[in-house]
């Protein structure tokens, strides 16, 4: 994958988008989001996850998008949620939420769960 740009890490990440990439193999402009943390269930954890998305979302359909890398412009777009731990069952059930909202915007979602000692990787969509 091409990398467009990456952020920083920052405490409150709400409005960060980590990376903006292009898969020259799927030609899809994809949006990585980074969960380091455990999941825990909290409504905390949750709000902060779904605010993430909204953001992540308006960032490409408001323009933003188009406008800061013309060159991703009208590419379909996937958002990949990056975790160290597999989410719990609360997580589960609003990615499945945000996953249904975004195929009516066209927008695919796909889990990416990595065990950073033994380099595994496991992915989960949601057809």
């Known amino acids: 994958m091409d990398i467009k740009s990456q952020t920083s890490k920052i405490k409150n990440r ?4 980590d990376v903006i990439a292009h898969d020259a193999k799927t030609n899809e402009v ?6 380091p943390n455990e999941w825990n269930g909290s409504d905390e954890q949750l709000l902060a996850l779904q605010e ?3 953001a992540y979302v308006s960032f490409l359909l408001d323009g933003e998008m188009a406008s ?4 991703l412009a009208g590419k379909p777009a996937r ?9 719990d ?6 990615l499945g939420l945000i996953h249904d909202q975004l195929a009516f915007q066209e927008i695919k979602l796909e889990i990416v769960v990595r065990n950073e000692q033994s380099n595994d990787e496991i992915r989960m969509t949601k057809e």
């Open 79 to 87: 958002i990949e949620l990056r975790c160290v731990h597999v989410p």
């Open 30 to 35: 994809v949006l990585v989001m980074n969960e």
């Open 89 to 94: 069952t609360r997580a589960l059930e609003l």
């Open 52 to 54: 993430r998305f909204n």
């Open 14 to 17: 709400v409005d960060v988008i």
């Open 68 to 71: 800061d890398h013309p060159e």
